[in-house]
């Protein structure tokens, strides 16, 4: 097992957790669409449910297809445990949740994923829970936001269009030194170039939908736990005793399981677990060709006189190049950007005049993708918040697929000729 364990990265995406077992030696995990599992006697039933076993009950409680899944995140992320959920909000709200109280606070980056804006921002408000939102790079703001009140450290490993880039260790530096966990939506870094649990971080939470999928065709989410947090020794955490006394380091997830993923009922569909899996094998390909087709992307644009400004944290001007460049150990900036055309009118022109490139609310598919953030999912933000995230009328966003890049640039460069 160890020795499976040692494989580098772009082998552990192929062959992590994918024994095919007693599957008859299928090569893909079975999708095992089954709502409930036999058991062969009712002392095993009981086991199961007093924890002492690991097999499956119900499919809203666990599944096989799904665990393949969470055991190969887990590698891929140097976790100790995960659970895959039906979307990666369902993994953003259950990660959260199994750490807040009524009256709580945590602390957040400024530049979120728009439904976990709404999530941290409006409905945690109506049960009296208090995000605090600070500048994603600013570690002053972070440590100065924390109270007697505060119960983890929330950010995005990139922010979304916002292009920022948090230094992760220095965080969790801070987060650590108040006995608080960061948690990290590594969802637009995905594993390949950012493995935040190796860097600090306690919990990283995933939109498989994105990258990790890559094909547009299924959705989830999920919560993988570092193991590493001592529930314990902080003392920000009492209501955490059960889940230690049950699981130990493991406490997070089991809360995370146990409390929020059972009984809110966001099980995964092993049909998307499955998807999921198909795509990841080829995630190292697709990511190397996303990481140097999106910063030649930026180049071509950066000869556009039509484009006003870019902003991707692989530009040496970019107030998050030094940090990206070292988090990312050189392999790249993201496959995500924004830029700027001259005003709404130009970027409504710019979509319409596209040929080949999707228009469509959606990233990290295989596919180039184009979106005007300020006018689609952020329509009924007010502007102050609008601001506060970087949606302004003039930013278009793109998510560079992996299709050779002198079609993507074609594309745009016709696109621009007849704004
Ligand atoms: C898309 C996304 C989510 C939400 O994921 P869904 O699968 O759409 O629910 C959360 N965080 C980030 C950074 C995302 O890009």
Known sequence: MSSK?????????IHAAQTPGDWQGATLPPICQSASHLHPTAENLSATFGGKTTDHIYMRLTNPTNRVLEEKLTSLEGGKGAVAMSSGMAAVTNGCMALLRAGDEFVCGNSLFMSTYVLFCNIFKKYNITAKLVESTDLKAMEQAITEKTRFIYLETIGNPKMDVPDLAAAAKIAHQ????????????????????????????????????????????????????????????????????RKGPLAYLD???????????????????????????????????????????VSFLSKRPEVKWINYPGLPANPSFKTAARQFEQKGFGGLLAFGLTDQEACFKFINNLQMIYHLANLGDCKTLVIHPYSSQYLSFDEPTRQKLAITSDLIRLSVGIEAVEDICQDIGQALDRL
């Open 255 to 297: 809360k995370v399981w146990r409390e929020h993923h059972i009984n809110f009922g966001t099980t995964q569909a092993p049909l998307h677990s499955y998807l999921t899996m198909v795509g990841l094998d080829t995630l190292a390909l697709r990511m190397e060709r996303h990481l140097t087709n999106a910063s030649e992307v």
């Open 178 to 245: 108040h006995g608080l966990p960061l948690l990290v939506d590594n969802t637009l870094a995905t594993p390949y170039l950012c493995r935040p649990l190796e860097i600090g971080a306690d919990v990283v939470i995933h939109s498989t939908t994105k990258y990790l999928s890559g094909h547009g065709d299924a959705t989830g989410g999920i919560v993988i736990d570092g193991g590493n947090f001592d529930w314990s020794k902080s003392s920000r955490f009492p209501d955490f005793k059960p889940f230690i006394d």
């Open 5 to 13: 364990n040692n494989r580098h990265f772009n082998t552990r995406v």
